[in-house]
């Protein structure tokens, strides 16, 4: 019960954390390329995962070169369904969409356990997705972001696992939370499916 308690209150102040760094984001507008990698090409034998949304199909091209242990986790869960219908619970405008907390508070996350850090050098450019995490480098579990804008200041302190190769549009699109809130959604936009194809 004790080691429960202690993963929740580590997740809480990981959202906390992650929330106040992307409000630091937000707010730096000089980050802010709407424009930069629309779309990036599938590395050669990549895994490829289909996110449904509300407004249309985005397909993401997943790095286990860069993260194998996270690309893993990603696939065995979007297989199971263990994503439909979860809610983007927060979302800043310029800087990213989160997901994967069936909580839908960003204090959640999947029965397994959390993951090892597989940081690596690769950049944190639009469309690219990285993994939620705790203040604790070794604590993502299921929840993930998918960033809209150049994000320099997560590179190397958070791990990136895949990269969208169409469909960033309906990403541009979904629900946007208060910035004043740390991205909270009140009404946020769902997951349709998420799965994986190897």
């Given at each position: 019960?004790?080691?429960?308690?202690?993963?929740?209150?580590?997740?809480?102040?990981?959202?906390?954390?992650?929330?106040?760094v992307?409000?630091?984001?937000?707010?730096?507008?000089?980050?802010?390329?709407?424009?930069?990698?629309?779309?990036?090409?599938a590395?050669?034998?990549?895994?490829?995962?289909?996110?449904?949304?509300?407004?249309g199909?985005?397909?993401?091209?997943?790095?286990p070169?860069?993260?194998?242990?996270?690309?893993?986790?990603?696939?065995?869960?979007?297989?199971?369904?263990?994503?439909?219908?979860?809610?983007?619970?927060?979302?800043?405008?310029?800087?990213?969409?989160?997901?994967?907390?069936?909580?839908?508070?960003?204090?959640?996350?999947?029965?397994?356990?959390?993951?090892?850090?597989?940081?690596?050098?690769?950049?944190?450019?639009?469309?690219?997705?990285?993994?939620?995490?705790?203040?604790?480098?070794?604590?993502?579990n299921?929840?993930?972001?998918?960033?809209?804008?150049?994000?320099?200041?997560?590179?190397?302190?958070?791990?990136?696992?895949?990269?969208?190769?169409?469909?960033?549009?309906?990403?541009?699109?979904?629900?946007?939370?208060?910035?004043?809130?740390?991205?909270?959604?009140?009404?946020?936009?769902?997951?349709?499916?998420?799965r994986?194809?190897?």
């Amino acid at each position: 019960m004790a080691a429960h308690s202690q993963k929740s209150t580590n997740r809480v102040v990981g959202a906390l954390v992650f929330a106040f760094v992307a409000l630091f984001a937000a707010m730096t507008a000089w980050s802010f390329l709407p424009g930069s990698q629309a779309n990036a090409e599938a590395p050669e034998g990549a895994p490829i995962a289909t996110l449904e949304l509300e407004d249309g199909t985005v397909t993401i091209a997943l790095r286990p070169d860069l993260a194998p242990e996270h690309v893993a986790r990603i696939t065995e869960l979007a297989n199971s369904g263990f994503y439909d219908g979860l809610k983007f619970h927060r979302v800043i405008e310029g800087f990213m969409a989160q997901t994967g907390d069936p909580l839908g508070n960003g204090t959640g996350g999947s029965d397994l356990p959390d993951l090892d850090a597989e940081f690596s050098d690769a950049p944190f450019v639009r469309g690219t997705l990285g993994m939620a995490r705790t203040m604790d480098p070794n604590s993502a579990n299921s929840q993930f972001f998918i960033v809209t804008a150049d994000a320099p200041h997560l590179n190397g302190q958070y791990t990136l696992f895949g990269e969208v190769i169409d469909g960033m549009e309906y990403i541009d699109q979904i629900e946007k939370g208060d910035a004043r809130a740390n991205g909270m959604v009140e009404d946020p936009d769902t997951i349709v499916s998420l799965r994986v194809s190897e």
